[in-house]
């Protein structure tokens, strides 16, 4: 499957639930999840994320391991998510900066 990574907190920018044929996205305060189980592993959101943090989970950075056990955890509570909402309004000033993982909100 693929992953959503660190840098999707704070930005969530969501283009790339316009484009998910499988309808595979989750969505919480400020991070969106990929379930495992509904994703089909056809790359066509990768491009899609302004802050490049979609990986499909064979290529994540060694510091993005632990996404893959959160992506699956999150999507099994939150709601989906199928259309496209403005980002946060600050979106863009958190695009980049790291160690974000203990601002996720769940
Ligand atoms: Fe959806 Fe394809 Fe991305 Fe999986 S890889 S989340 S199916 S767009
Ligand atoms: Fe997050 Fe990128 Fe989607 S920032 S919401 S994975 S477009």
């Known amino acids: 499957a693929f992953v959503v990574t660190e840098n999707c907190i704070k930005c969530k ?8 044929p499988a309808d ?10 990929i379930s495992p189980i509904d994703c089909i592993d ?5 491009p899609e994320c302004p802050a490049e943090a979609i990986y ?7 510091d993005q ?11 099994l509570v939150w709601p989906r998510i199928v259309e496209v909402k403005p ?16 601002l996720i909100e769940t």
């Open 13 to 20: 920018y969501t283009d790339c639930v316009a484009v998910c």
């Open 24 to 33: 595979a996205f989750y969505e919480g305060p400020n991070f969106l999840a």
């Open 42 to 46: 056809c790359g066509l959101c990768v």
């Open 56 to 62: 499909q989970e064979d290529e994540l950075p060694e």
């Open 65 to 75: 391991k632990e996404f893959t056990e959160l992506n699956a955890e999150l999507a």
């Open 87 to 102: 980002a946060p309004d600050e979106a863009d000033q958190w695009n980049g900066v790291a160690n974000k993982l203990k």
